[in-house]
C-alpha cells in the first residue's frame, strides 16, 4: 500500500501543471502616477467648530497628482501652489503661495532682539528691477533671433 501511495504521489507531481505567477498589471511595476495642473476656483471650509479658522474662497494654480495604489484604488492628491484667496471677514484679497500669503513669506525670522529679519524694502524695489530687466533682454535676444518684427 505505500509503494502504491508513493508511486501515485510521484506520478501526479510528474503530470502537474507548474504553478503560473500573478499579473502585476502594467509594465511600471505596482504603482503608476501622473501628474497634471488644477486651475480654477476653491472653496475651503473648516469643519472643527471652533470657529479658529474661517471659510476661505480662491482662484487656484495648483499641482496635482494622480496615482493607482496597488489595490487598485486610485487616489488624488492637490498641492498648495498659487492662490487668490479671500478670507472670511477680510476685505482685501491676498496672494499665497504654496500655502503662505505673501505677507509671511516676506516677514522673514525673528533675530535674537526680537525684531524681524526680513528684507528690506530697497532690496526688495532691486529685485524687482533686476527681474524686469532680465524678462526685457531675454524678449530682445528672443525677438531678434525669430526676426519678430519682420525686417531684415
Known amino acids: 500500500m505505500k509503494r502504491l501511495t ?5 506520478a501526479a507531481q510528474l503530470m502537474a501543471q507548474p504553478a503560473v505567477a500573478a499579473d502585476l498589471g502594467d509594465d511600471r511595476g505596482a504603482v503608476s502616477a501622473r501628474q497634471g495642473a488644477f486651475a480654477g476656483a476653491r472653496f475651503r471650509v473648516p469643519l472643527d467648530g471652533t470657529g479658529a479658522r474661517k471659510a476661505q474662497a480662491g482662484l487656484t494654480l495648483a499641482p496635482v497628482l494622480q496615482g493607482r495604489q496597488a489595490d487598485g484604488r486610485t487616489v488624488t492628491r492637490f498641492g498648495e501652489g498659487m492662490e ?3 478670507t472670511g471677514g477680510e476685505t482685501r484679497p491676498k496672494l499665497a503661495f504654496g500655502g503662505r500669503t505673501l505677507a509671511q513669506l516676506t516677514e522673514g525670522r525673528q533675530g535674537p532682539s526680537g525684531r524681524k529679519a ?3 524694502t530697497l532690496a526688495w524695489v532691486a529685485i524687482g528691477v533686476g527681474v524686469a530687466a532680465i524678462i526685457v533682454v531675454a524678449a530682445g535676444v528672443t525677438c531678434q533671433e525669430t526676426n519678430c ?4
Open 118 to 120: 526680513g528684507i528690506s
Open 149 to 152: 518684427l519682420g525686417s531684415e
Open 6 to 10: 508513493i508511486a501515485a504521489i510521484a
Open 84 to 86: 487668490l484667496r479671500l
